[in-house]
Structure formats: C-alpha cells, structure tokens
C-alpha cells in the first residue's frame, strides 16, 4: 500500500514553492527544470505541478524544503490558517476505519493526556503513522489528531509527453497511439492552429509534427517551442514530400541546422523514430 498523500490545495502549495525558488535567486524560468531535477519529473509534470495542476505528496514538499534548508510546513501554510493547529505536524498515516485502511495526511499534535477524549488518535508502529477513532481504550505513545485529509487516488503518469502534430487525424492519431503502447504519453492535434493555441498552457517534453500544412510549414511552430519554456524539447519533422518537390529540402535543411531538428521521411520507420525519442529525452 502506498503511502504517498496528496496536499490538499496544489494551487496554494505550487504558490509557495515558486515563492521560495525565487527566495533563492531561481528565476521564473528556471524553477520547472530546478524542480524537475528535484524530484526527478519529466519537464511537462514539473510544469503541471508548478501551476497547481497536479497533486503534491507530502514526501515532495518535505523534499523541496529540505533541499532549500527550509521547514516544510511552511509550503503548507495550514497552521497559519487554523490557529487550533498550532505544534501540530503533518505526516503521512494510514487511517483505519474497521477493515478499511486509506492513505491520508495526518496533522498529529502532542501525546494524549490522562483522561482526554480525542475524537481520533494516531500512534508509530514500524515507522508508520496509523490514525483511529478513539474507543477508550488505552495506546501507549499516542497522540491527539487534529485534522486528517483523504484524498481520491489520481493516476498521475510521470511519461514524457509528446505532441503528435498533424493534421491528417489518421496519421496523428496511429502515431500517438504508437507513442503510447511504447510507454510515452502522447497528444494527436490537428493542425498548426490547434497546436499554436495548446502552447498558450501546455508544454511537452518532446515534438512530432508534419512539416506540410497545406500552403505553410511548421517551421513558426518549430521556432515556437524553441522558445517556450522547455526550448530544449526534441522536435521530429516528418515529410513525405521531399520526392515530389511540395517540401523544399534546402528550407527544412535550415530548420534542422538552425533549431537542433530531426527530419524523418514519411511512412515513418516508428520504431526507429521512438528509439532516437527515447535516446535524445534521456540526454535531456
């Protein structure tokens, strides 16, 4: 069972975290990397997290903060709003209702008094918080509770995410399934337009994209990412235009020489194609 608990407020949490990188002298853009590097994330996680768009564990917060030799309580910022809270640490526990034992964030105050009622008590076994109801009876070492937090388990994937750019929906879509039975997170969009719009709030850790869009090419989407907040992400063109003369190879040679861009002729070899993904996001 694990034993990871989710923060309650990632907004709140996200907030604090960018607010004491930029204590530290990181600048805004490069606190996804620093915290990526971290917590080992891929950069598009990292940047979920920052934002508040993904959950926060205990054990990462406690992790941020140590890293900067600061308290971890204060990413928490949970005592400040519950005065009654006050001395009480957060933990990671397992609450057992009955037969029932949940993943849960703990905030565990001072040892229980003689003839105190608590509603809940937690007590360490095995270096393991566990949280019950009181029933009288006595626990040696327990400690009153005074607020516990369950949360749902969210799947959150830690696979690089990759955009899948075309706008054939059948070729976007064969691709991103491929991407994903080969163990990636991928996204099919339809159209230079589309994928203009996703960057507005969304990054990815790698780039395949057509290289024709009817009368335009994707090289404006190209220079896009090389300067978005995960400029280093690796871009695949694929063509299958080259032949025919529709694709200029002297205007995708540039492309490849200036932004650090592979080229694959289409029908892409996939398998090919994942293995220099894999390779060139593990150098990353």
Not at 70 to 90: C, H, K, N, Y
Request: glycine letters at 6%; proline letters at 4%.
């Amino acid at each position: 069972m694990s034993n990871e608990a989710t923060s309650p407020d990632s907004l709140a949490v996200a907030e604090r975290v960018r607010e004491l990188m930029s204590r530290h002298g990181i600048g805004k853009r490069q606190q996804t990397s620093e915290l990526c590097r971290i917590l080992d994330l891929s950069f598009s996680q990292g940047h979920r997290k920052l934002r508040g768009n993904s959950p926060w564990t205990l054990s990462q917060i406690k992790k941020v903060a140590e890293v900067f030799g600061e308290p971890a309580a204060q990413l928490f910022g949970a005592q400040s709003l519950d005065p009654g809270m006050v001395g009480a640490t957060a933990q990671e526990a397992v609450f057992a209702i009955g037969s029932i034992e949940l993943a849960c964030t703990a905030w565990i105050g001072a040892p229980i008094e003689a003839g105190s009622r608590p509603e809940f008590i937690a007590w360490s076994k095995h270096d393991q918080w566990r949280v019950v109801r009181y029933d009288g009876a006595l626990y040696q070492n327990a400690y009153e509770v005074h607020k516990i937090e369950i949360y749902p388990r969210r799947a959150e994937t830690d696979k690089p995410l990759i955009a899948v750019v075309d706008d054939d929906q059948a070729s976007a879509d064969n691709l991103r399934d491929y991407l994903e039975r080969s163990g990636f997170a991928a996204v099919a969009i339809y159209g230079l337009t589309a994928f203009a719009e996703t960057l507005q709030t969304q990054v990815f850790d790698g780039v395949v994209i057509d290289w024709l869009f009817g009368p335009q090419t994707s090289a404006e989407a190209i220079r896009t990412v090389r300067a978005s907040e995960n400029p280093d992400a690796p871009i695949f063109v694929l063509t299958g235009e080259l032949l025919t003369g529709k694709a200029s190879e002297s205007e995708i040679s540039d492309i490849v020489r200036n932004y650090d861009v592979a080229c694959y002729e289409k029908p892409a070899r996939m398998a090919i194609l994942v293995a220099d993904l894999s390779k060139r996001l593990s150098r990353a």
